[in-house]
Structures are given as C-alpha cells and as structure tokens.
C-alpha cells in the first residue's frame, strides 16, 4: 500500500468521538497484513466507503460507536461486512403492535431478530 492509498483511505474512514488518531499506525499494520493475505486495496477501500456510508445512515457517524481502525482492519475482516445502505427510520422499522397485520408482524420480529443477531445481543 503505497503512502498516498493509506492517506486516501484515512480520510474515506468515518469519524469517531474521543478518536485521536493513535490507532491508525496498527491500523497500517493490519491493513498491510490483510493486503499480504491477499485481500485487495480496492476491496478494503469499498468496505471502508460503505461503512462510512451506513454509519451516517444509521447516526453512528462521529460517536463513540465507530469501530477503532484497527479493529476494522483487523483479523475479524469488517471491511468485508455487507452494511445496510438504505435509509431506515424507526418509525418505519419498528411499527407498532396494533398497527400490523400477520405477515407485518412476522417480518418486523425477523428484522428485530437479524438486528439483535448482528449486534451480537
């Protein structure tokens, strides 16, 4: 990864609340391990887009909830998780008990379930 590649995917990386910056030289180290085990720039840079992406949909974007970069470059391969890239409100996601029909209520319970799934509750 050349110098320009690493700054350009830096600035791609959404923002973190109380980040400091002192993460990113093992994230560097990660990123290099990742391109060693044949993973490509352009693969790590797109999952890296579409996480910034899914986190300003879903409010993450500058808490403290954004994964250090390490941890996303990192052996668990999160540049490789597929993110939800439509814009979801809770109004409409979760609807209320009363308000739904069976099948509703069948696919809002399997939304919750995979949301709980991949929150890891």
Not at 36 to 65: L, N, P, R, V
């Amino acid at each position: 990864m050349t110098p320009e590649e690493f700054k350009a995917l830096k600035a791609e990386y959404p923002k973190r609340s109380r980040g400091r910056g002192y993460e990113w030289p093992k994230a560097h180290d990660q990123i290099n391990k990742r391109i060693s085990e044949g993973h490509s720039f352009d693969d790590i840079m797109q999952g890296t887009k579409d996480y910034c992406a899914a986190s300003k949909i879903s409010g993450d974007y500058g808490t403290e909830y954004i994964k250090m970069a390490s941890t996303f470059y990192g052996p668990g391969l999160h540049f490789l998780d597929e993110y939800e890239l439509e814009a979801v409100t809770p109004e409409v996601r979760y609807r209320r008990p009363e308000e739904l029909t069976d099948e509703q209520r069948v696919t809002d319970i399997q939304k919750w379930k995979d949301d709980m799934k991949r929150l890891g509750k």
